[in-house]
């Protein structure tokens, strides 16, 4: 079972900042917070991962709550492109699978 | 970049064919996966494979079996395909090491239908 719980669905405004939050209150200390979205009919696609610190790249921020039992992913500038299913896994290093659950569908608004 | 291909992205099958899904990674990744992925249900693991040869089952391995006689190809067999095996298949690799924190890349998935 999916350890994280994630809205359904969320829209934002073309150009606006799109945030989506996801609790993981149950998540271990040697487990990361995976970030994935995957665009109608096309294969998920990595976005960003963390273990307590905020992150930044080119696609998207992420940021952890101090307790670690929640996260924000951040999309500054949303465009349409960024429409998909957005889904946040938690896990620990190594050799294990992701194990994903339903995501929340952000549908971009021009 | 890293390159997950599948050998085709639809393809349909009749009832009880045997059916092979082929994937082939190029970035030389030791971790190999197989997900099917249906409405309402999201991804779920088939079979994964952390080496040449070595294979374990994931959540639901059932009517499915896999083959990895090299390391940049990881095969999906359908034994005896059925109408419940209709389904979108995703392939995807990442490198192995609990030192460093690993990526999966996907493809672009397989669209099967079995009538």
């Known amino acids: 079972d999916a350890k994280t719980t994630q809205p359904p669905s969320m829209d934002c405004a073309e150009g606006r900042a799109a945030n989506l939050p996801c609790n993981h209150s149950?998540?271990?200390?040697?487990?990361?917070v995976y970030w994935y979205r995957q665009i109608h009919s096309q294969g998920p696609q990595y976005i960003i991962h963390?273990?307590?610190n905020n992150e930044t790249n080119e696609m998207a921020s992420l940021i952890i709550t101090e307790d670690r039992k929640s996260s924000t992913l951040i999309l500054p500038h949303a465009t349409l492109r960024d429409t998909a299913v957005y889904y946040c896994?938690?896990?620990?290093?190594?050799?294990?699978?992701?194990?994903f659950g339903k995501g929340t569908r952000l549908s971009v608004i021009a | 970049d890293v390159k997950v291909t599948q050998s085709s992205r639809y393809l349909v099958k009749r009832t009880g064919e045997k059916v092979f899904l082929e994937c082939v990674q190029d970035m030389d990744h030791e971790n190999m996966f197989w997900y099917r992925q249906d409405p309402g249900l999201g991804l779920r693991l088939i079979y994964f494979?952390?080496?040449?040869?070595?294979?374990e089952k994931g959540d639901i391995p059932e009517g499915y079996s896999v083959s990895r006689e090299k390391k940049e190809r990881f095969s999906l067999i359908l034994e005896s395909a059925s109408t419940n095996q209709t389904s979108m298949y995703l392939c995807?690799?990442?490198?192995?090491?609990?030192?460093?924190?690993?990526?999966?890349?996907f493809g672009p998935g397989t669209r099967l239908t079995v009538l």
């Open positions: 149950t998540i271990s200390g040697n487990e990361y």
């Open positions: 494979s952390y080496d040449v040869k070595m294979k």
């Open positions: 963390g273990l307590k």
């Open positions: 995807a690799s990442s490198l192995q090491g609990a030192a460093r924190s690993d990526t999966q890349y």
């Open positions: 896994i938690v896990r620990a290093l190594g050799n294990t699978p992701l194990v």
